[in-house]
């Protein structure tokens, strides 16, 4: 059981590049989200999905797309990459919606650098 | 605005003493609160989680309180460990059944040393 992973874990982009960060759970969870993380700001919520096929936009989606073709995976893609998005990206999985017992179990993030 | 205050922003204690971290929050309406641990290059891992209707819950050596009154709480660690070093980050829900609108904290930056 290895809960939620991600890849990679390093990254280096140029400015314009675009990449693909996975997220997969093995916990058969419905919920899945992706966050980024900055220096001097809380965990802010990028997008999220609420089962198999669906997407919904979070706290800051702009310039970011996600995918959720497979219960167990979520893909956070980054079209054509601009420095502000140098961020430590954290991917999430939960049972429910967040209710006491639902709880979030997160990944050991990706570092993602754009130049 | 919804907002969640931590204090102290980072503290450093030394192996086996016992330290409190504080978490204000001005958040309505309220439906639980969270302490998650950090450590350094990975992801936060859940602690403890109140709904209004508790004041207190522990998980181990770490007891967290809850005043819904005054909206504050704390998270106290017993005996610290080295393994303890870490950021502890408090995360308030206003709604029930959403983790789409959690309201997270910059957390504290806990360092034990021997």
């Known amino acids: 059981n290895a809960g939620v992973t991600q890849t990679p874990k390093f990254r280096v982009l140029k400015t314009g590049q675009s990449m693909t960060l996975l997220c997969a759970q093995d916990?058969?969870?419905?919920?899945m989200y992706w966050y980024r993380q900055d220096p001097g700001m809380g965990l802010r919520l990028i997008h999220y999905?609420?089962?198999?096929?669906?997407?919904a936009k979070g706290e800051v989606p702009d310039g970011y797309n996600v995918s959720r073709l497979k219960k167990q995976n979520f893909l956070l893609g980054l079209e054509s990459a601009a420095p502000s998005q140098t961020s430590v990206y954290f991917c999430?999985?939960?049972?429910?919606?967040?209710?006491?017992?639902?709880?979030?179990?997160f990944g050991p993030g990706t570092r993602l650098t754009v130049l | 605005k919804n907002q969640v205050e931590q204090s102290p922003q980072s503290l450093i204690i030394l192996e086996g003493k016992n330290c409190t971290l504080q978490?204000?929050?001005?958040?309505?309406?309220?439906?639980?609160l969270r302490w998650y641990k950090q450590d350094t290059g990975r992801g936060p891992v859940s602690l403890t989680i109140?709904?209004?209707s508790e004041n207190t819950k522990s998980n181990g050596r770490y007891t967290a309180t809850l005043d819904a009154d005054t909206k504050q709480s704390s998270l106290h660690i017993t005996a610290s460990q080295l393994s303890d070093s870490a950021s502890y980050i408090c995360?308030?829900?206003?709604?029930?059944?959403?983790?789409?609108?959690?309201?997270w904290g910059l957390g504290t930056s806990l360092a034990v040393n021997p």
């Open positions: 999430a999985s939960s049972y429910g919606a967040g209710r006491e017992g639902d709880t979030q179990y």
């Open positions: 916990m058969n969870h419905e919920y």
């Open positions: 109140m709904t209004f």
């Open positions: 999905s609420v089962g198999e096929g669906t997407t």
């Open positions: 995360v308030v829900s206003p709604n029930a059944g959403n983790n789409r609108k959690l309201i």
């Open positions: 978490c204000n929050y001005t958040v309505s309406p309220f439906s639980n």
